[in-house]
């Protein structure tokens, strides 16, 4: 945006927090940086965990925290920055029930809307269901703001050990192509009495545009404990199939736009990489590129370094 990176930090800036609530920047091409917002962690949010998204001279994001104090250290917001003045507003500050709470993914744009996800929040189970008991109350939701700051609940995630099947914990962004939402949940899907991931491995979705979900893919177990693989991170699209990663064990899978899936690689946590914590991205000559937090060069008690790889699809 001209001619300049944006994006955010998640700790730094305000001193409202203890390792500073979070900032959104700038940097030229040749490498020099600017703040161009410090968040404070009161209502106008702390700890934004993702990207930012440009529309009409305007910088939009997320704070996982911050804004209502309902939830402990606030629910979260989206927000709006402009870029050169650095002056900030709220779009919306979520509530902490059925509205959702604690974004942690960038937005994206659709009709003139704003649709993301919220990783707590919406579904509250009650009962001997225990619907994701291990996080806070409510599975996820995927929801949509306008510029003006009208919420709405699109899908409210509802997995329980009553409803192994259903999705649980959102927390990367959707994509949109063919008038179909797609995204992942990293819990969901198996019943979370038998894995080690508590309520499931994991999931992909489509959902269409009037709130309609279907699991294109449910990651399973490979036996009473373990999962083939587990917590899909962001998708990416290239060429009409959606690829994405896994973490537990580390995976890069390719996947049909209505299922059917193949593992390109799986990490083997040495000089490859191990615990790719994001997608991958479509690159120059048909690759694909991404990163590990760990594996490669022995370091951190030799877990690695991590990894910068590419992989052809």
């Known amino acids: ?33 600017r703040t161009v917002y410090s968040f404070h962690g009161g209502m106008d949010g702390s700890s934004p965990a993702a990207g930012l998204l440009a529309v009409d001279g305007a910088l939009y994001g997320t704070t996982e925290y911050g804004g209502n104090a ?30 959702g709470y604690h974004p942690t993914a960038a937005l994206i744009a659709v009709n003139g809307e704003f649709y993301g996800t919220t990783e707590s929040g919406g579904f509250v189970s009650s009962g001997s269901d225990y619907g994701c008991v291990y996080y806070s109350p409510g599975c996820g939701t995927i929801f949509k703001v306008s510029p ?33 939402f797609y ?31 279907k699991y294109i893919h449910i990651f399973q177990k490979v036996n009473s404990y373990y999962c083939k693989a587990a917590t899909p991170s962001g998708l990416t ?34 000089i490859d990489g191990d615990l790719p914590l994001a997608g991958v991205v479509a690159g120059p000559n048909g690759l694909l590129y991404g990163t590990t937090y760990q594996g490669g060069t022995a370091c951190r008690e030799k ?11």
């Open 303 to 313: 877990v690695g370094c991590g990894t910068v790889f590419e992989v052809l699809p």
């Open 183 to 213: 995204g992942t949940t990293i819990l969901g899907g198996t019943n979370g009495n038998a894995t080690m991931f508590g309520p499931g491995c994991g999931t992909v979705f489509a959902m269409a545009a009037s709130g309609e979900l």
């Open 237 to 270: 699209l290239d060429n009409g199939s959606l690829y994405g990663t896994t973490q537990h064990p580390g995976t890069i899978f390719k996947l049909g736009l209505s299922g059917g899936i193949a593992y390109l690689h799986e990490f083997t946590g040495g």
């Open 70 to 99: 309902a939830c402990s250290q606030g629910c979260g917001t989206v927000f709006d920055v402009m870029p050169f003045a650095g002056k900030e507003t709220i779009v919306y500050g979520f509530q902490g029930g059925s509205d």
């Open 1 to 33: 945006m001209n001619g300049r990176l944006y994006g955010t930090t998640r700790a730094g800036g305000g001193s409202g927090c203890t390792a500073g609530c979070g900032t959104v920047f700038t940097v030229t091409l040749s490498g020099r940086e």
């Open 148 to 180: 003006a700051g009208k919420e709405r609940i699109v899908y409210t995630f509802d997995w329980s050990f009553d409803n192994p099947s259903g999705g649980a914990t959102p927390t990367a962004s959707l994509i949109y192509t063919n008038r179909k």
